[in-house]
């Protein structure tokens, strides 16, 4: 067991050490590639960020004068402070990743102010959430209103704590910074006697709120100090609404926003890891393979506009654009990362060599900037953040994942040495005085090298992958083969006294392959090895789309025009058997052109690229797939899908999508007596007292609300109103044949004639009944 779990074990029954390690960020360095280039990329991002406008929320909450002002956008409207905690990670992580000086000069600075702030406030809190005293004040007292992403009105106030928590953990776990783990006590102290007095059903009640990974911060507390007390605030921290039907091997998980279940399953394992617990375990194991079997697509990603949607239907994942979002996948490499430790399946390097290459490398901008959705609808596109603008929680998991790309690629246990990933970088083992170079131009090359540089005796597990076909793996050892003892999805060993100089070369043979939509619908991505192929696509010649987002609340999302889909390329052939077609194309590494094949694009002379490399454009990753003899039905039905749906988008103005977080969120959400809820996958809302949402109208031209109700609901009494005045008095009515409805609503002529640029709708309930529920709101021109 560790050493430093020592005194925390002795107050547990039943502490059990994990079985692997993976090896410190500091002893493993990145060489040449595509991640020393995107860790490069990051650090330049992360020195253009003004240290003293993230602190500014931390500084004024605590009474301080601050140095700037601080940032917009996420950063002035409600979640103050969040980048902050994330930026406190990435400088961590980067001056473990890089021994950077100046990175740790920053962290240091970092530190002492937000030392400063907590000193300040004089009771071991520390955050920039705004008007925060208060509201934990009421929390401290029992006073205590919670919904999916609200506490007492501030937007997820503890998941924004939680990057305040994990910043200061990693500021003392990966950079040694003494007042950091002080800091890091003394604030879990503070919610330690916040909590006190919270009943059970309050404490839960609470947890409906987004959190974050706050389990696991005092599971890590725990350790840190060996204390009892903080495992057991981890576990009143652990949601059981989640936890139970996992640990029971249930997937209830559809219409959950999806990343704020991620961190709740880390924290399981974590808890698991230091107590033995088996239901925590088994909840960790099932959600892993749920989510990567069941509801991820080939990059690696999940969820649509960040929910879990019925894993029977993936139409949404075509149909929208708001696709996997990158702060999921980042959570999930952290979760396979534990998941490992405990046991070394190759399906876990597997889904993280995955995930890495086609999500979380993709996703970084080669200028600088991150990804919040990465869309899966053909013809559409990504925005990327600018540094000075965009706040979202993507730019903040955004600089902390290209900060670790060492992380996983090689992990040990006992006398045995994990090769996990094949990317360019030295080992430092430490404890055993060996080194190692892995030299490969991995994925453009199906090789790899490993030569030992200072030598040991040891065994060198490398894993082989499942894209590998069965006996293609070849292994050798100083120029001669070692027949692997695994096959694809294990690890082949190669045991022996290494000397200085041995190496031992890796031959991956990659084919190119289809992969069909999970939930087995027509649509198909390409493949090659691990590596997924999508083609530039554009369609309106020389249209310019802004690729850069600007600092609005929304701005995240690519609004541009969205291409219908009857336009997309397809891939045309009598059969899927085609795959013999993809020709690599000479001079471009992993670019591939398939004669014949193509209809639309660029024809056969479409080339299919690695997703990672592709940037800045229109693309299609998932295909449809068309016979001759049926193209031009396919195409037909393809328009009579998307034709209302298309109609009414260039109808709306503005739409809310009641009972999601960030769509309300990004529409400031209010309200009293508030719920949320999921009936038949559609989200909705609705109130005891009132709720309201802010719209906007940049051009006056708002003529309609269109609203949709459920007939479920009738009988229900509700005023709404438009900047304060009244548009409709409501009895939702319950004598029609559909269970969701829409109804129209005309602005009153004092909106219309006024031409605001911002609405407020407001949904009043009348005395003894319900405003709402709503299911959809759109402010139509």
């Not at 107050?11 to 993976?22: D, G, N």
């Not at 090659?528 to 249209?543: C, N, Q, S, W």
């Amino acid at each position: 067991m560790k050493p430093r779990l020592a005194a925390l074990a002795m107050l547990l029954t039943s502490a059990w050490a994990q079985a692997a390690e993976l090896f410190p960020l500091a002893d493993v360095r990145l060489t040449p590639g595509p991640f020393l280039d995107a860790q490069t990329t990051d650090l330049n991002y992360m020195m253009a960020m003004e240290p003293d406008r993230l602190l500014a929320p931390f500084l004024r909450e605590a009474g301080l004068a601050t140095r700037q002002p601080g940032y917009g956008n996420w950063e002035s409207t409600g979640l103050d402070g969040h980048m902050g905690g994330h930026y406190l990670s990435a400088l961590a992580l980067m001056h473990a990743a890089t021994g950077d000086a100046e990175v740790l000069r920053r962290l240091n600075y970092f530190v002492a102010e937000l030392k400063r702030a907590q000193e300040a406030n004089g009771d071991g809190y520390l955050g920039g959430i705004p008007g925060g005293r208060q509201a934990w004040r009421d929390i401290a007292a029992g006073k205590l209103e919670a919904d999916n992403f609200s506490v007492n009105g501030k937007w997820v106030p503890w998941y924004n704590l939680h990057k305040v928590y994990a910043g200061l953990r990693d500021a003392h776990r990966y950079a040694g910074n003494r007042d950091a783990r002080a800091m890091l006590v003394a604030l879990s102290d503070w919610a330690l006697r916040l909590s006190a007095h919270l009943s059970e059903e309050q404490m839960q009640q609470m947890l409906r709120a987004e959190h974050g990974g706050m389990n696991e911060i005092f599971a890590d507390v725990a350790e840190i100090t060996g204390e009892r007390k903080y495992l057991d605030l981890a576990l009143r921290f652990s949601h059981q609404a989640v936890l139970q039907p996992l640990a029971q091997g249930q997937d209830k998980l559809t219409g959950l926003h999806a990343n704020t279940q991620i961190p709740k399953v880390i924290g399981f394992k974590r808890i698991a890891d230091m107590t033995g617990r088996q239901d925590l375990g088994k909840a960790a194991e099932f959600f892993w393979q749920t989510v990567v079997d069941r509801r991820s697509v080939a990059i690696g990603g999940n969820s649509v506009k960040e929910h879990f949607h019925d894993t029977q239907d993936f139409g949404a994942m075509i149909g929208e654009v708001e696709g996997p979002e990158t702060c999921n996948t980042y959570n999930m490499l952290k979760l396979t990362g534990m998941l490992f430790q405990t046991e070394q399946k190759g399906g876990y390097g597997d889904y993280y060599e995955r995930a890495l290459y086609n999500h979380i490398l993709s996703s970084q901008r080669p200028g600088g900037g991150f990804v919040y959705f990465t869309p899966m609808r053909p013809n559409h596109y990504r925005v990327y953040s600018q540094v000075d603008k965009g706040m979202w929680c993507c730019v903040g998991s955004g600089i902390e994942s290209h900060a670790k790309y060492g992380e996983f690629i090689y992990a040990y246990e006992g006398d045995a040495l994990f090769v996990n990933l094949f990317i360019p970088s030295t080992l430092h083992w430490r404890e055993k005085g060996v080194r190692i170079t892995q030299s490969t131009r991995f994925p453009d090359e199906s090789s790899t090298r490993l030569t030992v540089d200072a030598p040991g005796e040891f065994t060198m597990k490398i894993r082989y992958p499942a894209w590998v076909a069965a006996g293609k793996m070849v292994v050798k050892v100083n120029g001669r083969a070692v027949k692997p003892d695994a096959a694809p999805g294990g690890y082949v060993s190669v045991a022996r006294a290494w000397k200085k100089g041995d190496r031992v070369d890796v031959q991956l043979p990659m084919t190119t392959r289809l992969e069909q939509m999970p939930d087995k619908s027509n649509y198909y991505a390409v493949l090659h090895g691990p590596i997924v192929l999508a083609a530039k696509t554009r369609l309106f010649g020389d249209e310019q789309l802004n690729f850069l987002a600007d600092e609005s609340r929304m701005g995240h999302i690519a609004g541009g025009p969205v291409c219908p889909l009857e336009a997309a390329p397809m891939l045309v052939s009598d059969s899927l058997a085609f795959l013999r077609r993809f020709k690599p194309v000479k001079g471009k590494p992993l670019t591939f052109t398939a004669r014949g094949l193509v209809h639309g694009a660029a024809g056969s002379a479409t080339e299919f690229i690695p997703f990672f490399r592709l940037h800045e454009s229109r693309y299609t990753m998932y295909w449809q797939h068309a016979t001759p003899a049926n193209f031009e039905r396919m195409r037909a039905e393809n328009t009579a899908r998307e034709a209302d749906r298309l109609a009414l988008d260039a109808r709306t103005i503005d739409q809310v999508a009641p009972g999601e977080q960030q769509p309300e969120s990004d529409h400031f959400f209010k309200g009293e007596g508030t719920e949320a809820g999921v009936n038949g996958g559609r989200h909705w809302r609705h109130a005891s007292k009132w709720f309201s949402y802010e719209l906007k109208d940049p051009k006056g031209e708002a003529k309609l609300l269109r609203l949709t109700f459920a007939k479920a609901d009738a009988g229900r009494r509700f005023d709404i109103e438009v900047n304060g005045v009244l548009v409709a008095e409501v009895a939702l009515a319950g004598d029609g044949n559909a269970e969701f409805y829409t109804v129209d609503y005309p602005m009153p002529d004092s909106i219309v004639q006024a031409k605001p640029q911002a609405l407020s709708v407001r949904f009043v309930a009348k005395p003894g009944s319900t405003a709402g529920g709503l299911y959809g709101l759109r402010l139509l021109r």
